[in-house]
């Protein structure tokens, strides 16, 4: 698996551009890590990918019935002949003509209660839409949640009816509200075979501190509030333990790659 950790990535990226919820290049660099990272742990999925075999495609878009689902990363069989990829690259990258792996990514950066109960209505549904699409497909999520106590988001400047910071946790802290935000997503149930009752394969949470004043430092725009959260800004990083999680936990990154890794080698070898 790769040196450096998917959440250091994240934590690099946000500290030096900001976190942006109108963009998708955040959750692109984060589905490029999770693929280069399961072709480097998973032998079978790698030799077939370096052999054109397995291709995989982000926001992939896909109908079942008539219930259309845009997967984050959707991975599986080529269609027509195999072309191998080109010299550097892991995978081709194409529609899938059968997927094999389908892979949802989302965030809480801020707001933890409703957003939360958002998160797991959308990664139940998720499961279900995979699901249905074929009952052996590996279904697999990947969550980053904001430990930060404090954030400032670019949807809530110049707003009039609310303040621009959103304060986590109020005394208890944003650790606190991470540790409850985690552990709602304990009750998917984690699938073990095709046959099993209904849940995810895999669950990956990785736990950043991230406040995002940083995004008004070089705003001249917004100078007068900058100066006045100016104060309550932290260093970006990685969460301590906990809420971060421990290595063998079953929500851990980890975790979510050999869980994934297995599912794949029992049902497509």
């Known amino acids: 698996m790769t040196d450096t950790p998917i959440a250091d990535l ?5 500290a030096s551009t900001a976190y942006n919820p109108r963009t998708s290049e955040h959750s692109d660099n984060q589905s490029l890590t999770i693929l280069r990272d399961l072709l480097a742990y998973c032998p079978l999925l790698a ?16 109908t079942v019935g008539t219930d259309d689902w845009v997967i984050d990363i959707a991975i599986g069989s080529c269609a027509g002949r195999p072309v191998a990829p080109t010299r550097g690259e892991p995978i081709v990258q194409t529609e899938p003509a059968i997927i094999q792996i389908a892979i949802e990514l989302k965030s809480i950066w801020t707001e933890h209660g409703k957003a939360r109960k958002n998160r797991l209505r959308d990664f139940n ?119 971060s999680l421990k290595v063998g936990d079953p929500l851990h990154y980890t975790t979510m790659i050999q869980r994934m890794c297995a599912a794949y080698t029992d049902r497509f070898r």
């Open 125 to 243: 549904s998720f499961h279900g839409f995979a699901h249905r699409y074929g009952p052996k497909t590996v279904a697999v999520a990947f969550l980053v949640v904001n430990a930060a106590d404090n954030f400032i988001s670019p949807l809530n400047l110049n707003k009039t009816d609310r303040e621009a910071l959103t304060r986590h946790g109020g005394r208890r802290g944003g650790h606190a509200i991470a540790k409850e935000t985690i552990d709602l997503f304990r009750t998917i149930h984690l699938r073990h075979n095709e046959l099993d009752t209904e849940g995810l394969e895999a669950i990956g949470v990785v736990v950043v501190e991230h406040d995002n004043i940083n995004m008004l430092q070089n705003d001249a725009r917004q100078a007068e509030v900058f100066a006045k959260y100016r104060p309550l800004m932290r260093p970006t990083g990685v969460a301590k333990t906990p809420p």
């Open 10 to 14: 994240i934590v690099a990226e946000v």
């Open 47 to 62: 030799e077939r990918a370096a052999q054109g075999e397995v291709v995989a495609k982000l926001k992939h878009h896909q």
